[in-house]
Structures are given as C-alpha cells and as structure tokens.
Nanobody
C-alpha cells in the first residue's frame, strides 16, 4: 500500500503562484510514477502533470504548459513531488490530487486508471 499526503493548497489572486507538495509513504518501488490531477466543481477529474520516480521524465497537460512545473528535489528523497504553479487563473480553481502508479508516467498521460490517490488539496484562484 502507498499513502499520499498533499499540502500547499490555498487561496491566491489571479496571476499569483502556489506550490503543492506530495509525500509518498509505504511501499514505493523505484518504478512508480507520480502525478497531479485536478477536479473542478461539476467537472470530471483531469490529468495535470506526471513524473517518473527518478524525476528525469516529466509530462504536462497542454492547459498548464509554461505555467506549471512538476519536479522532484534532487537533493531530497525521491518520494516527494512538487507542483509549482505560476500565473494562476481562475479556471485553475479545483481540488488537486496527488497520484501514484506502478506504471511509467506516460500511462497517467494516456488516461489509464491510477493505483493510489491522495486526499486532495483545494486551490482557489480569485479574479
């Protein structure tokens, strides 16, 4: 079992920045990919970004490219993933979920079911 704990959500004005963090605990082999998804009110959960366990491979949805960056701190443990969100827009308002999966990150990009989810953290962007 893998447990995921997100933090860093909050309220920010349009154009501002936030950084989300997710720590994975439990059984996390080096093959695991991690990622971020979000769900806005009345909408389906959507993929945002994914990263390999090593941190060498990253993927971002078109809607956030150039504004959001998924990364791992090379000086710290591989079980922590961050999502740096810049130039936030009101349409970025959603609950953001951390995800972990035994398959490579391109499986998340392709929409395959994810193995593990965090509890979610609310991000609200005011106009």
């Amino acid at each position: 079992q893998v447990q995921l704990a997100e933090s860093g959500g909050g309220l920010v004005q349009a154009g501002g920045s936030l950084r989300l963090s997710c720590v994975a605990s439990g059984h996390t082999p080096s093959t695991y990919a991690m990622g971020w998804f979000r769900q806005a009110p009345g909408k389906e959960r959507e993929y945002v970004a994914a990263i390999s366990w090593s941190g060498d491979s990253t993927f971002h949805a078109d809607s956030v490219k150039g504004r959001f960056t998924i990364y791992k701190d090379s000086a710290k443990a591989k079980n922590t993933v961050y999502l740096q969100m810049n130039s936030l827009k009101p349409e970025d308002t959603a609950v953001y979920y951390c995800a972990a999966d035994r398959l490579p990150p391109d499986a998340m990009v392709a929409g395959r079911p994810v193995d593990y989810w965090g509890q979610g953290t609310q991000v609200t962007v005011s106009s």
